[in-house]
């Protein structure tokens, strides 16, 4: 059984940055994809980045692609959100998730999530 703690989140201007950070208890973390989702207020959740078990793969929604990146440190069990220029629609809870093997875009497919850190961003 995996535990995931995110923290990290908060209120930052339009242009800002922010780092989330995922802390994993349990289970071997160096064998799970992370990744991150988030969830806007009346939308579904979504799938924001994720980052294969050796740090080799990476994946990111087209809207957060080259602002955002992923990364992780399997000695320290954690996993971050490097998050740049950010704008007001980045504003969501977001979502620590962990699955075994291939990495995915796909939330049905991640078994482990974290309770969510809130983002949001004024304009």
């Known amino acids: 059984q995996v535990q995931l703690v995110e923290s990290g989140g908060g209120l930052v201007q339009a242009g800002g940055s922010l780092r989330l950070s995922c802390a994993a208890s349990g289970g071997t973390f160096s064998t799970y994809t992370m990744g991150w989702f988030r969830q806007a207020p009346g939308k579904e959740r979504e799938f924001v980045a994720a980052i294969r078990w050796s740090g080799s793969s990476t994946n990111y929604a087209d809207s957060v692609k080259g602002r955002f990146t992923i990364s992780r440190d399997n000695a320290k069990n954690t996993v971050l959100l490097q998050m740049n220029s950010l704008k007001p629609e980045d504003t969501a809870v977001y979502y620590c998730?962990?699955?075994?093997?291939?990495?995915?875009?796909?939330?049905?497919?991640?078994?482990?999530w974290g309770q969510g850190t809130q983002v949001t961003v004024s304009s």
């Open positions: 998730a962990a699955k075994v093997s291939f990495i995915s875009t796909i939330e049905g497919d991640y078994n482990y």
